[in-house]
């Protein structure tokens, strides 16, 4: 009987000891990461839209203006089709349970808004693209923060 607490006890150290040694990695190492990595939002367009725009244009505006004018979500290069992208984003939603709180975020920031991040060259697509992801980011669900 005493070898079997022993046992029990060595065994029970040995465990907490391995929880709180993976406790302490994550919650005692410091990161200047952008908050954005700490959120694992999907893939926001289709597969048709990420082919359409493969080999990726070079610059910050050239890639995302290619998926929203495939994609529909531009009436011109300078204009949100606003009922297009919110529409997108809403069948996104539903592929994705638990997001309902940032897709509300994101088109209520994003598309019922006019959302300007200041890039060196007026680009539409990346203001849009940009907030939506910022608006996604606030409202991550816990079960997608990596942080």
């Not at 908050?35 to 367009?45: G, H, K, R, T």
């Not at 839209?49 to 529909?72: H, N, T, Y």
């Not at 897709?103 to 940009?130: G, M, S, W």
Request: charged content about 25%; overall charge neutral; glycine content about 2%.
């Amino acid at each position: 009987m005493y070898k079997f607490v022993i046992l029990c006890s060595i065994f029970v150290a040995a465990s907490n000891a391995d929880v709180a040694q993976t406790l302490t990695k994550r919650e005692t190492k410091a990161s200047l990461k952008p908050l954005s990595v700490c959120c694992d939002i999907p893939e926001l367009a289709d597969e048709f839209q990420l082919a359409k725009c493969s080999p990726r244009p070079p610059g910050p505006c050239e890639d995302v203006q290619c998926i929203f004018e495939v994609s529909g979500f531009l009436t011109d290069r300078n204009t949100l089709n606003k009922a297009a992208y919110r529409s997108h984003l809403q069948k996104w939603e539903k592929n994705h349970p638990g997001w309902t709180d940032s897709i509300y975020k994101a088109i209520t920031d994003c598309v019922d808004n006019d959302p300007r991040q200041h890039l060196e060259v007026p680009c539409k697509a990346y203001d849009v693209f940009t907030c939506t992801g910022i608006a996604m980011l606030k409202k991550c669900p816990d079960t997608a923060w990596k942080c």
